[in-house]
């Protein structure tokens, strides 16, 4: 659906002046727009994965440990597929209002892909560099978008989302670098041409949502603050967005339509996308890539199992 389209259908959460913004910027934000209740029903099962986080020693699929991880000292970078790991973290993906901001801004009809939980720990959360998304994952349009909840207050300190007005319409960059290896974000020679100074800080309280499209270029900076900055990240698209490569973060939830109905046909953007190393094997971390981390052959030989069991459960 053309923006004009899907702006013809009333929206069920977002003025129309929001939606009109987002398809003008790449992004909205939406703050307090999640009942408190929902966000304290995340983040107590959010606690829970917080603890047998402390079982582990080396980040595996599902939990991404930040150097310097203990039992005593939990510091986990991300939450692999949360979805796929507690049920109420599937509930808030599917039943909740941000299923009806997604419907505002692909149309009625909306297929989850992914998701994920990324903390920036206190006193030293890591950065995420400058990068796309749809790279990692490919459609057949571009109408998918990634929608992020604080679940706690989130101001300048904690490492907020940051977003570059517009760029969902400009230039699509090559994440590999000058030698061909994936990096996963915008490689120093090109970020000349991304208008950093234009980068807008997307802050709020607790229960505030971020929406991204999918070209648009987002990073956050290093959490320094004594106060974690934990952001669930849930992506969805029209349903008539077809993937064509092996999902980074699989569950069996991939491809499940949350509103509206499944499409008989896919639509095509002629626009070209780049494609991604093949993620059918595993896939490590956004964070491990983007800083050059090396995962041992024992870690990589666990993720591909991992892997292959979610896999082998997906709907
Ligand atoms: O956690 C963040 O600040 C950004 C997350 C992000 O861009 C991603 O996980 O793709």
Request: with cysteine; hydrophobic share 35%.
């Amino acid at each position: 659906m053309t923006p004009e389209q899907i702006l013809d259908v009333a929206p069920k959460i977002l003025t129309q002046a929001q939606r009109e913004s987002y398809f003008e910027n790449g992004y909205v934000l939406l703050e307090s727009v999640v009942p408190m209740e929902w966000i304290e029903k995340v983040r107590a099962v959010t606690d829970e994965m917080v603890e047998r986080s402390r079982e582990i020693a080396t980040s595996d699929m599902v939990f991404d440990l930040e150097p310097g991880h203990s039992k005593d000292n939990p510091r986990l970078r991300r939450l692999s597929s949360p979805v796929e790991h507690h049920p109420t973290y599937w509930d808030y993906a599917s039943q909740s209002v941000i299923a009806d901001i997604a419907a505002d801004l692909v149309g009625p009809d909306v297929k989850f892909h992914h998701s994920k939980l990324n903390f920036k720990w206190a006193e030293g959360g890591e950065e995420v560099k400058w990068h796309q998304d749809i790279q990692y994952w490919p459609h057949t349009n571009y109408s998918p978008l990634t929608i992020g909840t604080y679940l706690h207050d989130v101001g300048e300190e904690q490492g907020p989302l940051g977003v570059i007005p517009g760029s969902h319409n400009g230039e699509l960059f090559d994440e590999y670098n000058d030698k061909g290896q994936w990096i996963g974000c915008i490689d120093d020679g090109d970020l000349p041409r991304v208008p950093l100074d234009k980068a807008e800080y997307l802050m709020g309280p607790a229960g505030s949502v971020t929406v991204h499209n999918c070209r648009t270029v987002h990073g956050s900076k290093p959490n320094l603050s004594d106060l974690g900055r934990p952001l669930l990240l849930n992506v969805y698209s029209a349903a008539n967005a077809f993937t064509y490569t092996a999902n980074p973060l699989p569950s069996r939830y991939e491809g499940t339509i949350v509103r509206g109905k499944a499409a008989r046909w896919a639509e095509h953007d002629p626009r070209p996308c780049q494609i991604p190393p093949d993620w059918s094997g595993g896939y490590t971390s956004l964070f491990a890539l983007q800083q050059g981390e090396e995962w041992s052959e024992e870690q990589l030989q666990a993720v591909a199992e991992q892997n292959q069991e979610i896999r082998g459960t997906a709907a």
